[in-house]
């Protein structure tokens, strides 16, 4: 029976994989089991270096009881061994308990548990810990860099997972929708309702049929929480989807509107401002081609009541001469004796009414001359002649009339004066009207027609030069009108149509010439035509 | 005055007092008068009476003084009388167009019955020499 049993008890620790030792006190083997035996135990015909390996192992498991025992600890201990079969490093985990026999005494039982795998798979997985604990910092780098963006992007960014729960959020977006614990309760409310407003916008893009790399747009009216100041935004939203299109992730923008909105409030008031600018100009425009197109048919109007006028006075004027001509021609007639010799009374006032007809002839002369002009009908006729000639032949036709004015007129001519070319019968008349002018306005002294040259701008100069009751200058330019006399009144002194002097002006301007003016009051005035002494090219 | 037939002066003029005036002082200055209203009595009377120089007044009633002028030049019993123009129009181009319209000189009135005259006679010499 014992027999029996030491055998079943040596198969049962044989069967155990792990090496089991029984030791005495002083550390030497009783019972090891087979696996231990490989570890412990080596016979003679053995190879040397396993004989080796088995004293090395028998030496470092005695030092590790002795230590046990020294310590007086329970507790495993790590024992490195040699495997005797192929040399191997094997670790194992010392189980060493003390038992007490009455017969044998104080013996120690050690289980020696084989961790070389579990030891290679701890290290294994510590190098992994070690790995991902690497990696893991990439990633909250790479996390923090990330951060760092987002909070860096003024405008708030809020990434939702797909239940619509908020992932992630930049600094800007925090502060539209984090609670703060210092604020107070209407900054509570606000957030709340920006909340709200915010997750119907996400669950409307999350229910809603939006396809990968599609963006969903809202405009939606938050409030900020500190001033309760609104802050419209526009949401712009994309979904990240996984490879295999499950959706992660909603990425939200919101974009503030405010700028925008004033500056297309801006720019309606500049567009509103420009409209009516450009109203006002069109007006203006219009009003401008409509005063063009009255002032031009005024024009037009003024031109043919001009020429009507012009016409109307030249058939006036012949009007005037028909009757006329029959008045002079019979007063002529009987001044004549055509009828038979006259009383000496009725002789006179023939002749009285002979020279208030040509009176009324020389007006009527004027306002016919005057008329041409106006009409541009004036008829030039151009020869080259004498200008000094002419000198004589105009006191010669008003003999008459110097003869009675008492007078002196003293010529003057200019010898080194080249022939002119101009229309001698109009400088004549320009000249007969100077000196009739300076006959009628001088009553004592004398009268002076100088004709001079001026080499320089080759210009020939009549001037006459009276001693008469002169013009004011602020009368200078007036006396060239039509109609004018420095007296106007229907009382006035001197006669004429005041006519003279504006015919005189523009016939000198038709020449190419001039009639100036030198005058003061009480001493005298000259009046110079001027006229240009071209010779015929 | 000679026993020679004095020249005959034909004085178209449509306003009666100027032609008679004219007339008047004519013969007074011893000459011949015939007397027309308008053109058409001046053609027929210049062809009738073949006179020694027409007065011939421009604006009339009907055939107008240049119209008469180139019937009576054009034609080959009267192109060698002599005819002086005497228009009351003194716009430019007048003399021209009178000239032009076969005229050989040209009065402006008004003109004195004396000037007229002297007009005439300066003609009628003028002739004689040519």
């Known amino acids: 029976m014992l027999r029996r049993e030491r055998a079943l008890f040596f198969t049962i620790i044989n069967a155990v994989t792990d090496p089991i030792l029984l030791t005495d006190g002083e550390g030497r083997l009783i019972v090891a089991n087979a696996r231990a ?29 002795s230590r046990s025992a020294v310590e007086g600890t329970q507790e495993a201990r790590e024992l490195l061994l040699v495997d005797p079969s192929d040399g191997s490093n094997l670790l194992f985990e010392v189980l060493s308990t003390t038992v007490e026999d009455p017969r044998e005494g104080t013996g120690v039982v050690s289980v020696l548990r084989n961790i070389t795998d579990l030891r290679r798979a701890t290290e294994q997985l510590e190098e992994n810990y070690q790995k991902l604990h690497v990696a893991e910092a990439a990633v909250r780098a790479e996390r923090d860099r990330l951060n760092l963006i987002i909070d860096s992007v003024a405008d708030p960014i809020i990434v939702t997972d797909s239940t619509g729960a908020t992932v992630l959020m930049n600094a800007p977006a925090e502060d539209l929708f984090t609670l703060m614990s210092s604020v107070g309760e209407s900054a509570q409310r606000t957030v709340q309702a920006n909340d709200a407003l915010f997750s119907s916008f996400i669950s409307g893009l999350l229910l809603g049929e939006t396809g990968p790399g599609e963006i969903r747009r809202g405009e939606i009216g938050l409030m900020n929480p500190a001033t309760t100041e609104p802050i419209p935004v526009e949401a712009i939203a994309g979904k990240v989807l996984t490879e295999t299109g499950e959706l992660t992730a909603v990425v939200t923008i919101l974009h503030d509107r405010r700028e925008a909105l004033e500056r297309a409030g801006l720019y309606e008031q500049l567009k509103a401002a420009s409209e009516e600018l450009q109203a006002r100009v069109q007006a203006a425009t219009a009003e401008l081609a409509t005063q063009n197109e009255l002032l031009r048919r005024q024009a037009i109007e003024l031109e043919q009541a001009s020429r009507l006028k012009s016409q109307f006075l030249a058939n006036m004027s012949h009007e005037f001469r028909t009757p006329l001509n029959a008045i002079l021609g019979y007063t002529h007639m009987l001044l004549q004796g055509v009828a038979g010799d006259l009383l000496p009374a009725v002789k006179r006032q023939l002749q009285r009414i002979d020279s208030n007809g040509r009176h009324l002839m020389t007006i009527i002369n004027e306002i016919l001359d005057i008329t041409r002009i106006e009409a541009g009908k004036m008829p030039m006729q151009l020869s080259e002649f004498n200008l000094n000639e002419l000198v004589p032949e105009v006191m010669t036709e008003l003999d008459p009339v110097i003869t009675r004015s008492k007078l002196t007129v003293t010529p003057t001519v200019s010898p080194d004066l080249p022939l002119v070319y101009s229309d001698r019968q109009k400088v004549k008349q320009i000249i007969v009207n100077l000196l009739s002018n300076a006959l009628k306005f001088t009553h004592e002294g004398g009268i002076a027609i100088t004709v001079g040259y001026e080499p320089r701008d080759r210009t020939a100069t009549v001037a006459v030069k009276d001693t008469g009751i002169g013009i004011s200058p602020e009368h200078h330019e007036k006396i060239f009108e039509d109609f004018r006399q420095v007296d106007n009144s229907p009382s006035r002194q001197y006669g004429g149509t005041g006519l003279g002097l504006a015919i005189c002006r523009r016939l000198a301007t038709a020449l190419g010439g001039r009639i100036t003016l030198e005058s003061a009051m009480g001493v005298g005035s000259t009046f110079t035509l001027t006229i240009p002494a071209e010779t015929e090219q | 005055m000679t026993l020679e037939a004095a020249p005959l002066i034909l004085v178209v003029d449509d ?116």
């Open chain 1, 37 to 65: 035996e490989k570890l412990f135990a080596a016979g003679e015909e053995e190879s040397e270096w396993r004989q080796r390996a088995v004293e090395s192992n028998n030496m470092l498991f005695s030092a590790a009881l």
């Open chain 2, 15 to 130: 306003y009666q007092d100027a032609r008679e005036m004219y007339a008047e002082y004519l013969q007074f200055s011893g000459f011949r008068v015939a007397e027309a209203r308008n053109g058409n009595e001046a053609v027929a009377q210049a062809f009738s009476l073949r006179p020694d120089l027409i007065l011939m007044d421009l604006s009339l009633p009907g055939m107008d003084g240049w119209e008469a002028t180139r019937l009576l030049k054009a034609d080959e019993r009267t192109k060698h009388i002599p005819v002086v123009a005497l228009t009351g129009h003194a716009l430019a181009g007048a003399s021209e167009g009178a000239r032009k319209a076969g005229c050989d000189s040209f009065v402006t009135k008004p003109c004195l019955p004396d000037d007229l005259v002297v007009e005439v006679r300066r003609m009628l010499s003028a002739v004689k020499k040519g």
